[in-house]
């Protein structure tokens, strides 16, 4: 996926940016950039490839000659941004975070005539923030180019633009499924998908962007130069997974959401009468731990850590681009506790169940070292649309998703007409589904989140939230 973070100020904003664009390097594992605008030289930009190492470590040797006091950082898992680009609507800076479902289409329609043309990569694709500049480039101004390119783009797109050393505009996606969040101190402001990457650099929360506004940011504030539609669709997936435990989203904390979801998960179960008989509540690390927490409280059994992490060396299990070396990072990572394993009945809460490839290794590794039974939860609803909005996943294909391949292998095709009652675990197709994972992966149970539960736990109304990659509603 990707985030970003800008600043404006009075003062040097080149460590403000730093720091600020590393604190969203969870948010992506591919590239990332910086562009400062210096009053008195103009705009230097830099863009390293962050696969295999982090950006801090990248950017660091960067650091002295960059200067000003206005500039933007990103993280992408997209192509490498952020970029320079001059037309008749001036020099400016762009990066962007989403996607373009419609790229090809855009090109055809629109790109196609004598006198257009991209800067292939070695993909043969198009850089996507080339592309968003390209239909920003299609307006007169930058307020309408702005929008004339999320109005065109299926997917998702929100943007920042740095026009000249004194001014930021920066564009919610239109249905808001990312947040966008303005900080403000004594001598400027900043912009950022995590407010806790400002917090940590004094600023505190000013403003929060509508779905598809578009403001202006000065050192002295931020105006709004396009209103915000009244339609948002954040995306569920933020509290539950990849937005980070401090931050907060439409005045939801993420860590307080996850420990309410756990609850709810804990009290489903005693409801039931299902997994009351177990020694210790644990958490799939890192993002299923707050899940865990909240489900020991609510169920008063003893949370623990029955294997530790250990992440000196690689940080993230996901950062490898090959999945089979993924997969081996996440086993060698994988410290097991023994005393908190051996001969006890286990509980773990995951944040997802995407693939499932990890899991069954983890299950495994439990076994080995002497588990006597363990049950998992996930906290959200089966997975069974890849997103097509944010790109945070890297499936390619539905069938990449373990629910899909197993309501397939239970009844083809003809099956998916059926996925509401497979994510529901009250129903026979809904207990087939589970029994199937249970069986592949030896878990004692498994139950799911149900979309009720995650809507409950972030406490904002379901028509505001996306949850399209849990029931396929846009």
């Known amino acids: 996926m990707g985030g970003f973070f800008g600043a404006v100020s009075n003062r040097d904003v080149v460590l403000d940016v730093f720091f600020g664009t590393d604190y969203h390097s969870h948010l992506g594992t591919r590239n990332a950039g910086m562009a400062i605008w210096n009053r008195d030289t103009g705009c ?56 373009i479902n419609n790229a090809e289409e855009l090109i055809a329609k629109y790109f196609s005539d004598h006198g257009h043309q991209f800067m292939a990569m070695s993909s043969g694709k198009v850089n996507t923030t080339e592309m968003v500049a390209a239909l920003i480039n299609q307006k007169e101004n930058l307020v309408d180019g702005i929008r004339n390119a999320q109005e065109l783009i299926d997917g998702s797109m929100s943007i920042l633009l740095m026009t000249g050393p004194d001014e930021i505009i920066a564009a919610r996606d239109l249905c808001g499924r990312l947040p966008v969040l303005v900080g403000k101190n004594e001598e400027g402001c900043c912009v950022s998908f995590e407010s806790f990457a400002y917090h940590k650099l004094d600023y505190r929360d000013e403003y929060e962007l509508g779905p598809g506004e578009i403001v202006r940011i000065t050192s002295a504030g931020c105006e709004t130069i396009a209103p915000a539609g009244k339609d948002m669709k954040i995306c569920a997936f933020l509290w539950t997974y990849y937005g980070y435990p401090n931050s907060n989203y439409e005045g939801v904390n993420v860590e307080v959401m996850r420990g309410r979801n756990g609850h709810i998960l804990a009290r489903t179960d005693r409801e039931n009468g299902v997994a009351q008989d177990i020694d210790f509540v644990s958490g799939v690390p890192d993002s299923g731990t707050p899940h865990a927490i909240g489900y ?179």
């Open 44 to 99: 230097k930009r830099q863009i390293h490839s962050i696969s295999n190492t982090p950006f801090r470590t990248k950017f660091e040797d960067d650091l002295s000659s960059f200067s000003g006091c206005c500039g933007f950082g990103c993280i992408s898992d997209t192509d490498p941004q952020p970029l320079m680009v001059r037309s008749h609507l001036g020099l400016y800076a762009i990066t962007t975070v989403g996607i």
């Open 296 to 474: 020991a409280n609510e169920s008063g059994k003893h949370f623990a850590r029955a294997f530790i992490k250990y992440t000196p060396t690689w940080a993230r299990s996901f950062m490898p681009p090959a999945q089979v070396d993924r997969e081996t990072i996440a086993k060698m990572k994988q410290i097991p506790v023994t005393e908190l394993i051996r001969d006890k009945d286990l509980l773990f809460v995951d944040d997802s169940i995407v693939r499932g490839t990890q899991l069954r290794e983890t299950v495994e590794f439990l076994y080995e070292n002497g588990a006597r039974s363990v049950h998992m939860r996930s906290a959200c609803p089966p997975i069974m649309f890849g997103c097509k909005y944010l790109n945070f996943s890297r499936a390619t294909s539905d069938l990449e998703l373990i629910a899909r391949r197993v309501i397939l292998e239970l009844e083809g095709e003809e099956g998916f007409r059926f996925l509401s009652e497979y994510a529901d675990g009250s129903t026979e197709r809904g207990k087939k589904l589970r029994a199937n994972i249970c069986e592949r992966f030896h878990f004692s149970s498994l139950e799911f989140q149900s979309l009720d539960g995650v809507i409950e736990a972030i406490g904002l109304p379901e028509c505001e939230l996306c949850t399209y990659c849990w029931n396929g509603k846009e």
